[in-house]
Each structure stands twice: as structure tokens, then as C-alpha cells.
């Protein structure tokens, strides 16, 4: 299983970022894919989680309405679109293959990618 991240970075508040996931090493369109996130000091927590045919999403209550997970199983790829960033963003952001009911922590994630929200 390897999974990488990218697209992490610098934004302002109220900014937008994309970050994008390349799976490999497994059927990724036969497997539920979440995003988790390790703000500084803090322990991980999900984020968002997408089934493997997208057809259900779910998101944190903080994230709602803000954050989109999107996935595209004909290049192995798993989004996160965020929108309206705030500070309390800030974190590192990781890509998880997740059972079919949602991620636990001895799921298979990549490296993760660093975002920070701040002016």
C-alpha cells in the first residue's frame, strides 16, 4: 500500500487548497478512503471519509459545509477541496484506506502533507 499526498502549503484565512492523494499497491476503486488530519500538540481525527464508489461522504462537524472529498478510481486519485480555511485548520493532513463503516487508526495512511492557515 503506498499513499502520497501533496498540495499542502501556506494560505491566508478565508483561503482555499486542494489536496490530492495517489494510492497504489492495491484495488484502489474496491476500497473507502478517508482524510485524517494531526493539528499541532494534537492527536489525529477524521476529516472526511468517501466510500469507494462516492456515492456516500461524511464530514466532520467542523469541516461541513467547508471541506469536499472527491475521489476519481481511474487515476487512483483521492481529493480533499477546503474552503473558508481557518486557523484551527492547521494541521497535517493524511490520506487513509478506510474500512467500508469509516477510518480507524491502524488504517494505512501515507506520509501526510503540512497546511497551515494563517495571515
Known amino acids: 500500500v503506498q499513499l502520497v499526498e501533496s498540495g499542502g502549503g501556506l494560505v491566508q484565512p478565508g483561503g482555499s487548497l486542494t489536496l490530492s492523494c495517489e494510492a497504489s499497491g492495491f484495488p484502489f476503486e474496491l476500497y473507502a478512503m478517508s482524510w485524517v488530519r494531526q493539528p499541532p500538540g494534537k492527536g489525529l481525527e477524521r476529516v472526511s471519509f468517501i466510500s469507494r464508489g462516492g456515492a456516500t461522504r461524511t464530514a466532520a462537524e467542523s469541516v461541513k459545509g467547508r471541506f469536499l472529498i472527491t475521489r476519481d478510481n481511474t487515476k487512483n486519485t483521492l481529493y480533499l477541496h477546503m474552503n473558508r480555511l481557518k486557523p484551527e485548520d492547521t494541521a497535517v493532513y493524511y490520506c487513509?484506506?478506510?474500512?467500508?463503516?469509516?477510518?480507524?487508526?491502524?488504517?494505512?495512511r501515507g506520509q501526510g502533507t503540512r497546511v497551515t492557515v494563517s495571515s
Open positions: 487513509a484506506r478506510s474500512g467500508e463503516f469509516g477510518w480507524s487508526p491502524a488504517d494505512p
